[in-house]
Structure formats: structure tokens, C-alpha cells
């Protein structure tokens, strides 16, 4: 099959084509056989995924670049309500069609399948127009700020057809890109942290995660020095393969270091991040949690997955989050996070302990809540979570 999928002036056309390694490739034989040993898993995951690592850290960053843009200069135009009343800007728009694009630039032999947050729908509505040209203008300027694809500028029509790539199921077969193109929009409008989260899923398991986030200082934010750093200091990027680690990088170099979440064991001593946004989890379930376990310190509070790097970096040791009731988790706002935080040595699970399970579609089933934190904690705050749900059963 080939897809003319984008108005170039040269017309080359993206082919898009099964790809047959995919049928043969160690990468089933890994994903079947999950007590591989990790030398082996190392070996394989860092043979296979080099291409997609290298094509999830350009779109990535190049998405982080357009944000950062729109982030200095947000017009009030550029903001509009989805229909769940959450906000969604030109940002979150231009980022899923700039990764989209450059995805299937990058990986033109690929079968392309990209589980992502937004959607065309209200951009094809009457009075949209405005909008869809200022998104289309964005992502045109920073491909030719790139120069790597000088021979292509993508059209309104373009830019639609990029964005609604996002719309498959995912599951359990096959390879499926999953994005979040701005997590935490919120924090974005309030110039404070956000992430582009990109991971791969590859017969349901992630396999790789990439997470971009401009507004994160290099250095650590633990006792939430992030308010503090000089405009140089921010912007990290993080980057995970199964087997391989997790690395760090800033948005301006390649030169990357290896990260490992904190060895803390005494609850005392540790800190835990939660979201800014009281409406997001409960405040107060996680405060009774810390109080239990004997944490003395405050909550840091910060938006989106930037919360899963600061962890994979030792910033803090303890990610609680417990969305109010009714609420679903999506894939995109937890895969990216889930494996550069596993590959540097953390353990996520929901609040009952289970390991969370990416291959069932866009959403998460899971018991109550997400909790985070290194192998040694894991024990106690699992029974300072049942203890504090028991206690508070009526609330939730
Ligand atoms: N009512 C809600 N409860 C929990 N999470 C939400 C809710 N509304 C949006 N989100 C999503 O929660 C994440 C941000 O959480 P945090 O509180 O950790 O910053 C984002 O993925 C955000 O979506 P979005 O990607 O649109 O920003
Ligand atoms: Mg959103
Ligand atoms: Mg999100
Ligand atoms: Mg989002």
C-alpha cells in the first residue's frame, strides 16, 4: 500500500508497508519470553529499536521545540475546551502532527499505528479555520527550522490527516506508537511543567519511552527547587529501552547520562511528588498515605510525566496518584512515564499492587489508583495505600 499522504513539492511518497522483520524479528521471540535473561533482553532491545529510539528522540524534540514556542507566546485564541472541559491548545495539536509526520518520515518501512490524545473533529468545525492555519504555520516553521525535511511543506489538509494517524485501538498485536502530545496542558498554560510523552508498544509491552520536558530543570527539583533555575538550566529529555536503562539528556545537547531512581529505604527520608491539580488525584488519599508510611515531607507538587523523570532521577522516591472516581486513565498518560521509570530501576503499579497492563486499548483498567516508587518501598507503601483506602472506602 502507498500513501500520498503529504502535499511535498517534490511528491515523494511515504510508502507504508508491513514490515517484515516484524514477523521474524527477535522482538516477538522477547516479547513471548519475558524470563529471557537481561543480558540477552539488553542485547535485543538495544539491536532492535535503534531506529525508533533515534525517530522518538527527533520527533520528540522536535515537538518540544514547537511547545516551547507557542508557551512564550500563547494567545488566548490559541486555547480552546474539549467537550470532557479539559483545555487543549494549538501546541497539543501541532506536537501529535509533528511527531505523526516525523514518525513516518523517519520509519517510511514501518507499519504506522499511533495511539494519541487529540483529534481533528473540532478543527474541521465552522470558525476552526483560523486555528488549523495557525497549527499548520507552526508545524511548517519548525520542520524548516529542522532543515531535514526542507522539501516538504504540509498543507491544512496535511496537517488533519497527521494528527487523526492517532486514532488506533492499540491491544495487544503489532506495534503501536503511543502519545501523549503535550501531557499536562494545564501546567503548560500556567508556564509550569508539561511533557511530550512518546513510547512504543510491541505485542503489549512498552518497549521504549521517550519523554520530553522543557520546563524540568537538569539538576534535581527535590524540596521543589524547579521555580529556581535559570532559563539554560531547563529542559530534559529522558529515554528508555526495555533492558537498556534509562538516560538523560538536555533538549539543547545529546550527551547523555544514565539515571537511576533514589536507593532511599527510609519512608523519613523520602519525598513524594503528586499532581498540581486537586482535581486530578486526591490530595488528601495521598497525604494519609505519606503520614502512615512516616514521610515528613511536604508533597511536591508538579504537572504531567515530568513527575515519572524527576523519579527516574532519584528526585523524589514516591509517585501517588488517585484520580477521582469515574475517572479513566489512558495509556498515553502513563507509558512514556512507566518505562523510564521501570528501566531505572523503580516499580509502578496500580494501588492494589498489579502491574499495569498497556495491551488492553487506549485505556487503563486499573484498581484505584497509580503508585511509584524503588523496590525497597514498594512494600510498605503498598500497605499504607490498602491501609488508607480501607479507612477512607466511603470517599472514594
Ligand atoms: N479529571 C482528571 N483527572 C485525572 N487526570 C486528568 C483529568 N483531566 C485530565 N487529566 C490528565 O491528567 C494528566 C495530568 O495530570 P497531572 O495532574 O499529573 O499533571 C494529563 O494527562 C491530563 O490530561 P492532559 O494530557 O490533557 O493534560
Ligand atoms: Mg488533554
Ligand atoms: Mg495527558
Ligand atoms: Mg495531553
Not at 129 to 158: C, F
Not at 334 to 358: Q, R, S, W
Amino acid at each position: 500500500m502507498s500513501v500520498n499522504f503529504v502535499s511535498i513539492i517534490a511528491k515523494p511518497k511515504i510508502t507504508i508497508t508491513t514490515n517484515p522483520f516484524l514477523v521474524s524479528s527477535p522482538l516477538l521471540f522477547f516479547s513471548n519470553k519475558t524470563k529471557m535473561k537481561p543480558s540477552i533482553l539488553t542485547a535485543f532491545s538495544s539491536m532492535s529499536y535503534d531506529k525508533e529510539l533515534a525517530a522518538a528522540k527527533k520527533a520528540a524534540s522536535l515537538a518540544a521545540r514547537l511547545c516551547q514556542k507557542v508557551q512564550k507566546a500563547i494567545l488566548q485564541s490559541d486555547v480552546q475546551s474539549k467537550s470532557d472541559k479539559s483545555p487543549v491548545t494549538v501546541a497539543d495539536y501541532g506536537s501529535q502532527a509533528l511527531v505523526s509526520y516525523v514518525l513516518q518520515r523517519e520509519l517510511p518501512s514501518e507499519l504506522f499505528s499511533l495511539v494519541a490524545e487529540e483529534d481533528s473533529e473540532d478543527l474541521r468545525k465552522d470558525g476552526a479555520q483560523e486555528t488549523l492555519e495557525r497549527i499548520t504555520k507552526l508545524v511548517n516553521d519548525i520542520l524548516a527550522s529542522d532543515g531535514s525535511y526542507s522539501d516538504s511543506i504540509l498543507s491544512a489538509d496535511d496537517v488533519v490527516k497527521a494528527i487523526d494517524c492517532g486514532k488506533s485501538e492499540g491491544g495487544s498485536r503489532g506495534r503501536h506508537w503511543v502519545l501523549d502530545p503535550i501531557d499536562g496542558t494545564k501546567g503548560f498554560l500556567r508556564g509550569d511543567q508539561y511533557a511530550i510523552a512518546l513510547a512504543l508498544l510491541d505485542e503489549g509491552t512498552v518497549v521504549l519511552g521517550v519523554l520530553a520536558c522543557p520546563n524540568l530543570p537538569l539538576t534535581s527539583i527535590a524540596g521543589g527547587g524547579s521555580h529556581h533555575s535559570l532559563p539554560g538550566e531547563v529542559g530534559c529529555l529522558f529515554f528508555s529501552v526495555a533492558g537498556g536503562g534509562t538516560y538523560m539528556h538536555s533538549l539543547d545537547s545529546s550527551s547523555a547520562v544514565k539515571v537511576q531512581v533514589s536507593s532511599i529505604d527510609n519512608p523519613e527520608e523520602a519525598s513524594f511528588f503528586e499532581s498540581y491539580e486537586a482535581a486530578h488525584s486526591m490530595h488528601d488519599l495521598s497525604s494519609s498515605i505519606a503520614k502512615k508510611l512516616g514521610v515528613k515531607a511536604p508533597p511536591v507538587r508538579i504537572d504531567s510525566q515530568a513527575k515519572y523523570g524527576a523519579l527516574s532521577r532519584g528526585d523524589g522516591v514516591i509517585y501517588l496518584r488517585f484520580p477521582h472516581k469515574g475517572y479513566r486513565e489512558k495509556i498515553w498518560d502513563h507509558a512514556a512515564g512507566y518505562i523510564v521509570v521501570a528501566e531505572a530501576g523503580g516499580v509502578v503499579t496500580d494501588a492494589a499492587g498489579n502491574p499495569l497492563d498497556f495491551s488492553k486499548g487506549r485505556y487503563l483498567d486499573l484498581d484505584t489508583g497509580i503508585i511509584v516508587t524503588n523496590q525497597k518501598l514498594m512494600p510498605s507503601l503498598l500497605k499504607a495505600v490498602r491501609e488508607s483506602i480501607e479507612e477512607k472506602v466511603p470517599s472514594l
